[in-house]
C-alpha cells in the first residue's frame, strides 16, 4: 500500500496558494498597526464574533486535526472523550477571562500577572514553565506540517515543515494580532465546513456497524471502558487542557484585546461548539481496521483515513482543512510568546528603560526569532507529536492553582506559587518517565494544589487587588 | 547569538530524552522483543518493501496460524493498536517472492485495572473541587 495520494505538484500548488493568500491578508490587516497595543493586542476592540472565532480557530490545532485521532487509534473511546473534555479549559477560563480584564484592563500579558501578583521568582518560575510549553506547543505545530506533507503527498517532513512555518511567521510578522484573529476567523469556517463533511462521508461510506464489528475483532481494547492507560489519561487529558489554557499567553492576550464584557460569552461559546470536534475527527481513527489503514505512526491515522475515505480531491481537501487548523495556531502562539519575550523578558529583565517605539521592533524580532529556533527544533523530528504535547503536560498543569488562587484570593503568597509550580512540573516529569505519558498532568497539578493549600494555610499575604492595575 | 544557541541546544537535549513509553521493536532481520503496557506499539523494518508484501501477525511463534495480515507502507513502520493481553508474533511475507523477514515478539501486559480506576477516582474529585472553586470565586467576586 502507498499512502501518496497527492502529487508533489498538487502539494508545492496549495502551499503556495495559501502562503500567498495569508501573507498577503497580513500584510494588508497590518498597515493600520501604529502601535504596541495595536500590533500586540488588535487595539483592545475585537468584538463578540471575530473573540469567539479566535478562541475556537486557536484551539482547534494539530490536538484536533491530528493528535485527536491519534489517540483515538491508542486509546480508543476514551482517546477520544479525553480529548473532547479540553474544551473544559476554555469554558472555565470564561469567567476567569472577565476577571483578568476586570483586574488588569491595561495589562499585556500573563507574566505581568504573575510578577505583580506573585513577585521576581514565582514569574522566572512561571516563565521558564510558560516559554518550555510554547517552544513544545510551537514545535509540534511544525511537525504536524511536515507529517501531513509526508502523509498526504510524500514530500519530504522538512519541506512540510519549513513551508508552514516560513508562511506564519511572515504573516504574523505583517499583520500583529489582528492578522492572526481575522485569518482565524477565515479558517474556523474553513475547518468546521471540513471537519463536518468528513465526518459525515466516514459515516455513510463504511457504517457504524461494519466500524464496531472490525474494531471489537482486530482492536478489542479500544472499545474497551475499563482500558486501564486510557482511563489514566482521561483526566490527565483534562488537566492538560485546562493547564495550557489558564497559564498560556496566547488566551490571556485574548482576554486583554476583547472588548469589555465580551471574553466570557465569547470563551463560553467556543468552548461548547469546540467540544465536538475531537469526538468527529478522533471518531475517523476507528474507522482505521474497516478500511485496512494501518499508519506508519499514530500521528498519520487522521489524514490517512480522510485521503482513504475521500480520495484525490478529498486528499486536497484534508490537506487545506489541516493546513488551515495548523496555521490557526501556529500565528496565536507566535504572537502571543513574541509578547511574552518582549514585556517580559526584554522589558522585564534586559532593558526596562525601553519606550514602546522599541517594543514594538523587539516584538517583531521576537516573532522571527521563536520561528527559527522552533525551525532548527523540529528539524530532527524526535518524537510523535502526541507525546511531545503530554511532556509539557507536566509543565502547564502545575500553574492550574497558582493562577487559580492568585486571581481570586489574596491570601496565596510568591513562595507558595513558585514552590507549587516548580515541585509540581519536577513530580509531573517523574511520573512522565515512571509510569507513562498519560499521568504526568494529572500528578502536576495534584503536588502543585498540596503545596498552595499549605502555603495558604501558612501565610496570609493581604494582597491587594489595586497593585495590579499599575 | 550565543544565549539563543545555548536555549536552542538545552531544548534538543531534553526534548531528544521524551517518549519513554513508547517501546519500538524493529522488524528487520535482526529479532527483537518488546514489553508494552498500554496495547498499542510501532514495529520497523529496514529495506524497501513490494506493493504486495503484508505483515502477518500470529500468537504462535510457529506461525502454524497467521491470524491477521496488515498492509504495509513504503515509510518502513507500521503502528498497531488495541491489543489485548498476550504474546504476539510478527513477520514481514512477501507473496510474489515467497521469502519472510525474521520474527519479532511483542508482549503486551495492561497495567493494573485498580490503579487506573483510583487514579480515575483522584482526577474527578481534583476536577470537581476546581470547577466549584472557580464558579464559586467567580460569582463572590464580581468586583475587585
Known amino acids: 500500500m502507498n499512502s501518496v495520494v497527492i502529487s508533489t505538484e498538487w502539494a508545492f500548488t496549495i502551499l503556495l496558494a495559501f502562503g500567498v493568500l495569508w501573507v498577503a491578508f497580513g500584510w494588508w490587516l497590518g498597515r493600520s498597526n501604529k502601535s504596541l497595543d495595536d500590533f500586540m493586542l488588535a487595539g483592545r476592540n475585537v468584538g463578540f464574533a471575530f473573540a469567539s472565532a479566535t478562541a475556537m480557530a486557536t484551539w482547534i490545532t494539530s490536538n484536533t486535526t491530528l493528535v485527536a485521532p491519534q489517540l483515538t487509534y491508542q486509546f480508543g473511546i476514551w482517546g477520544m472523550v479525553g480529548y473532547s473534555m479540553a474544551a473544559l479549559g476554555l469554558l472555565l477560563f470564561a469567567p476567569m477571562a472577565q476577571r483578568i480584564k476586570a483586574l488588569m484592563p491595561h495589562g499585556h500579558t500573563c507574566g505581568d500577572f504573575i510578577r505583580m501578583r506573585y513577585g521576581f521568582w514565582a514569574w522566572i518560575v512561571f516563565l521558564i514553565v510558560s516559554l518550555f510549553y510554547a517552544f513544545g506547543w510551537l514545535v509540534s505545530l511544525g511537525m504536524a506540517g511536515g507529517i501531513l506533507l509526508s502523509a498526504l503527498s510524500g514530500l519530504d517532513y522538512h519541506i512540510g515543515m519549513t513551508a508552514i512555518l516560513v508562511i506564519c511567521v511572515c504573516y504574523t510578522l505583517l499583520g500583529g494580532l489582528k492578522a492572526v484573529i481575522a485569518t482565524d476567523f477565515v479558517q474556523t469556517i474553513i475547518i468546521l465546513s471540513g471537519v463536518v463533511l468528513i465526518a459525515y462521508i466516514g459515516i455513510t461510506e463504511v457504517g457504524l456497524d461494519t466500524i464496531h464489528s472490525t474494531v471489537s475483532e482486530e482492536s478489542p481494547q479500544l472499545l474497551n471502558l475499563l482500558f486501564p492507560a486510557a482511563i489514566m489519561f482521561l483526566f490527565n487529558n483534562v488537566f492538560f487542557g485546562i493547564g495550557e489554557i489558564f497559564h498560556s499567553n496566547v488566551w490571556w492576550s485574548r482576554a486583554f484585546a476583547f472588548k469589555e464584557k465580551i471574553g466570557k460569552r465569547a470563551f463560553l461559546l467556543s468552548g461548547m461548539l469546540w467540544m465536538p470536534i475531537p469526538i468527529v475527527t478522533g471518531f475517523a481513527a476507528l474507522a482505521a481496521s474497516s478500511l485496512n489503514v494501518y499508519p506508519p505512526s499514530a500521528d498519520m491515522i487522521g489524514p490517512l483515513i480522510a485521503a482513504k475515505l475521500l480520495g484525490k480531491i478529498g486528499a486536497i481537501f484534508v490537506f487545506i482543512v489541516v493546513f488551515s487548523a495548523l496555521a490557526s495556531s501556529l500565528d496565536s502562539l507566535l504572537a502571543a510568546t513574541s509578547d511574552l519575550i518582549t514585556k517580559d523578558i526584554y522589558k522585564g529583565l534586559i532593558n526596562k528603560q525601553a519606550d514602546k517605539q522599541k517594543l514594538f521592533k523587539i516584538s517583531k524580532y521576537s516573532i522571527l526569532i521563536l520561528g527559527v529556533i522552533t525551525w532548527i527544533l523540529c528539524l530532527p523530528k524526535m518524537t510523535t507529536l502526541g507525546a511531545l504535547l503530554n511532556f509539557t503536560g507536566a509543565f502547564v498543569a502545575s500553574t492550574i492553582w497558582p493562577i487559580v488562587f492568585g486571581l481570586y484570593y489574596r491570601r496565596l503568597n510568591g513562595v507558595g506559587a513558585a514552590l507549587a509550580m516548580a515541585l509540581g512540573t519536577s513530580c509531573g516529569l517523574l511520573a512522565y518517565w515512571l509510569v507513562g505519558f498519560y499521568v504526568a498532568a494529572l500528578t502536576s497539578c495534584l503536588v502543585s494544589l498540596v503545596i498552595c493549600l499549605f502555603a495558604l494555610v501558612l501565610k496570609d499575604q493581604k494582597f491587594e487587588w489595586k497593585d495590579l492595575q499599575q | ?144
Open chain 2, 1 to 144: 547569538m550565543k544565549a539563543i544557541l545555548s536555549a536552542v541546544a538545552i531544548l534538543l537535549a531534553v526534548f531528544s530524552f521524551l517518549s519513554p513509553t513508547f517501546a519500538y521493536a524493529e522488524v528487520e532481520l535482526t529479532p527483537a522483543e518488546q514489553a508494552n503496557s498500554e496495547g498499542y506499539f510501532t514495529l520497523r523494518w529496514k529495506g524497501s518493501v513490494s506493493e504486495s508484501m503484508v505483515l502477518e501477525m500470529s500468537t504462535a511463534s510457529s506461525f502454524d496460524t497467521v491470524e491477521h495480515q496488515y498492509p504495509v507502507t513504503r515509510l518502513q513502520s507500521i503502528t498497531l493498536s488495541g491489543y489485548d493481553n498476550g504474546l504476539y508474533h510478527f513477520r514481514l511475507y512477501d507473496p510474489e517472492k515467497a521469502e519472510y523477514s525474521n520474527a519479532v515478539t511483542v508482549s503486551v501486559e495492561h497495567r493494573s485495572l485498580s490503579l487506573a480506576i483510583k487514579l480515575f477516582f483522584l482526577g474527578a474529585v481534583l476536577f470537581v473541587t476546581l470547577v466549584v472553586i472557580i464558579l464559586f470565586s467567580s460569582r463572590k467576586n464580581n468586583s475587585i
